[in-house]
C-alpha cells in the first residue's frame, strides 16, 4: 500500500498537463485501492481504507492548489465534474444524524424562509444527492459549484468569490465534532451559506466582496514598496475578514419573527447556536465602524454577535465599505494579532 501511494505521489507530475488530467489523476488511488479490498481480509481492508483515504486527501489539496493557479478560461467548465470525484466516502448515515440534531433548533432560531431555502435546495433529506445539489445551484445562484477540502484562506475565498466560484467543502464533521467545528466543513458551507444564496441581497453580498477584493488588489500594486504593500493588503482584507465574520458567519437578524440567525458559523453549530440565544451575549446594531475594528476569536462561542434588520443591510454593508476603501481609511485597521487568518497572501 504505501509503495503505491509514493508511487502516485511521483507519478502526479505527469498528469498536471491540464484539468482534466488532474482530474483522472485524482480519481486513480480509488482504482488502486478498490483492488486491495477486494483481495484482503478485514485487518487489510481497514488499513487499507484509511491509506485510501489519507492519499485522496493529498490529491484532493493539489487539485485545488492547482487550480487556483488557473485563469478563470481555464477553470470553466470543471466545477460539477470536480464536486462529483471529491467526496467518495459520503456517509449518508452521519449526514443524516448531523441534519437531525440541528432540524429542531432552526425551527427555533432562524428565519422561517430559511427552512424555505433548504427545501428548495434538497437539504432537509436523509439522502443528499450531490449532482441534483449542484444542478440547482448553478441553476439558480449566481454562482459555480467549487468543492475544496477545507478551509480556504480569505485572499483565496475573495478571489474565487471574483469569479463567481462558490467554494464548499467536501469533508464532513464527524459526531464527536457535532456541536462545534474548528474549520468549515461540508455542514457550515452547505446548510450555513448556501441555502442564503436564493435570496438576492446575499448573492450581492458576496459578489461585491469577490469584487471589492479585486480593487483591494489593484490598490495595492501601485504602491512603491513591498513593505507598503503588505501593510496595506493587510489592513484591507482584516476589514473584509471581520465584515463577513459579523456578518455572514455569525449575524442576527430581528424583524417581525423577532431575533433570528442566519451567520453560517451560528446554524452549523448547535453548541453555538444555543449560546447565542440562551446565554448571557451582548447582541449590538451593526455598525461597519465597530465591526472593521473588532477582533474575533474563531475557537470559541461569541460574546459579541451584531444583529441587522433587514437583509439589505449587507448590500448597503458593502457600498459603504467600498467607499471606505475608495477614500483609504481601510489602510490602518488594527490587526489584533490575527495575522493567522491573513497568512500565504506574499
Same mark, same amino acid.
Given at each position: 500500500?504505501?509503495?503505491?501511494?509514493?508511487?502516485?505521489?511521483?507519478?502526479?507530475?505527469?498528469?498536471f498537463?491540464?484539468?482534466q488530467?488532474?482530474?483522472?489523476?485524482?480519481?486513480t488511488?480509488?482504482?488502486?485501492?478498490?483492488?486491495?479490498?477486494?483481495?484482503?481480509?478485514?485487518?487489510?481492508?481497514?488499513?487499507?481504507?484509511h491509506?485510501?483515504?489519507?492519499?485522496?486527501?493529498?490529491?484532493?489539496?493539489?487539485?485545488?492548489?492547482?487550480?487556483l493557479?488557473?485563469?478563470?478560461?481555464? *477553470?470553466?467548465?470543471?466545477?460539477?465534474?470536480?464536486?462529483?470525484?471529491?467526496?467518495p466516502?459520503?456517509? *449518508?448515515n452521519l449526514?443524516?444524524?448531523?441534519?437531525?440534531?440541528?432540524?429542531?433548533? !432552526?425551527?427555533?432560531?432562524?428565519?422561517?424562509?430559511?427552512?424555505?431555502?433548504?427545501?428548495?435546495?434538497?437539504?432537509l433529506?436523509?439522502?443528499?444527492?450531490?449532482?441534483?445539489?449542484?444542478?440547482?445551484?448553478?441553476?439558480?445562484?449566481?454562482?459555480?459549484?467549487?468543492?475544496?477540502?477545507?478551509f480556504?484562506?480569505?485572499?483565496?475565498?475573495?478571489?474565487?468569490?471574483?469569479?463567481?466560484y462558490?467554494?464548499i467543502?467536501s469533508?464532513?464533521?464527524t459526531?464527536?465534532?457535532?456541536?462545534?467545528?474548528?474549520?468549515?466543513?461540508?455542514i457550515?458551507d452547505?446548510?450555513?451559506?448556501?441555502? !442564503?444564496l436564493?435570496?438576492?441581497?446575499?448573492s450581492e453580498?458576496?459578489?461585491?466582496?469577490g469584487r471589492?477584493f479585486?480593487?483591494?488588489?489593484?490598490?495595492?500594486?501601485a504602491?512603491?514598496?513591498?513593505?507598503?504593500?503588505?501593510?496595506?493588503?493587510?489592513s484591507?482584507?482584516?476589514?473584509?475578514?471581520?465584515?463577513? !465574520?459579523?456578518?455572514?458567519?455569525s449575524?442576527?437578524?430581528?424583524?417581525h419573527?423577532? *431575533?433570528?440567525?442566519?451567520?453560517?458559523?451560528?446554524?452549523?453549530?448547535?453548541?453555538?447556536?444555543?449560546?447565542?440565544?440562551?446565554?448571557?451575549?451582548?447582541?449590538?446594531?451593526l455598525?461597519?465602524?465597530?465591526?472593521? *475594528?473588532?477582533?474575533f476569536?474563531?475557537?470559541?462561542?461569541?460574546?459579541?454577535?451584531f444583529?441587522?434588520?433587514?437583509?439589505?443591510?449587507?448590500?448597503?454593508?458593502?457600498?459603504?465599505?467600498? !467607499?471606505?476603501?475608495?477614500?483609504?481609511?481601510?489602510?490602518?485597521?488594527?490587526?489584533?494579532?490575527?495575522?493567522?487568518?491573513?497568512?500565504?497572501?506574499?
Amino acid at each position: 500500500i504505501l509503495k503505491i501511494a509514493l508511487k502516485l505521489r511521483q507519478s502526479l507530475s505527469l498528469f498536471f498537463q491540464n484539468s482534466q488530467s488532474l482530474q483522472r489523476a485524482y480519481s486513480t488511488p480509488y482504482s488502486y485501492y478498490r483492488i486491495i479490498l477486494q483481495k484482503e481480509n478485514k485487518e487489510k481492508q481497514a488499513l487499507a481504507r484509511h491509506k485510501c483515504i489519507s492519499i485522496l486527501e493529498f490529491f484532493k489539496n493539489l487539485l485545488f492548489v492547482h487550480l487556483l493557479s488557473l485563469s478563470k478560461n481555464q *477553470r470553466e467548465g470543471c466545477s460539477t465534474d470536480m464536486a462529483v470525484v471529491s467526496t467518495p466516502f459520503f456517509n *449518508r448515515n452521519l449526514w443524516y444524524r448531523l441534519l437531525s440534531s440541528r432540524f429542531s433548533l !432552526w425551527k427555533s432560531y432562524c428565519p422561517r424562509f430559511f427552512l424555505d431555502y433548504l427545501e428548495a435546495f434538497g437539504l432537509l433529506s436523509d439522502f443528499l444527492d450531490h449532482q441534483a445539489v449542484i444542478k440547482f445551484f448553478e441553476l439558480e445562484t449566481h454562482f459555480s459549484y467549487y468543492p475544496v477540502s477545507g478551509f480556504v484562506a480569505p485572499h483565496q475565498y475573495l478571489s474565487l468569490l471574483q469569479d463567481r466560484y462558490f467554494p464548499i467543502a467536501s469533508v464532513m464533521r464527524t459526531l464527536d465534532k457535532d456541536n462545534f467545528s474548528l474549520t468549515p466543513d461540508l455542514i457550515h458551507d452547505l446548510l450555513g451559506h448556501v441555502p !442564503w444564496l436564493l435570496h438576492p441581497s446575499f448573492s450581492e453580498f458576496f459578489i461585491n466582496m469577490g469584487r471589492l477584493f479585486t480593487k483591494v488588489i489593484e490598490k495595492v500594486q501601485a504602491l512603491p514598496s513591498k513593505k507598503q504593500r503588505i501593510q496595506t493588503l493587510q489592513s484591507n482584507l482584516i476589514a473584509i475578514v471581520r465584515c463577513f !465574520w459579523f456578518t455572514v458567519e455569525s449575524g442576527l437578524i430581528e424583524n417581525h419573527e423577532g *431575533r433570528k440567525a442566519y451567520g453560517a458559523v451560528l446554524i452549523s453549530s448547535p453548541q453555538e447556536l444555543r449560546h447565542a440565544f440562551i446565554d448571557n451575549v451582548r447582541v449590538l446594531p451593526l455598525e461597519l465602524d465597530q465591526i472593521i *475594528r473588532l477582533p474575533f476569536n474563531t475557537s470559541t462561542p461569541q460574546e459579541t454577535l451584531f444583529s441587522i434588520r433587514h437583509f439589505d443591510e449587507l448590500v448597503e454593508l458593502t457600498s459603504k465599505l467600498e !467607499w471606505m476603501l475608495d477614500q483609504g481609511l481601510l489602510e490602518s485597521i488594527p490587526l489584533y494579532n490575527q495575522e493567522k487568518y491573513l497568512s500565504g497572501f506574499e
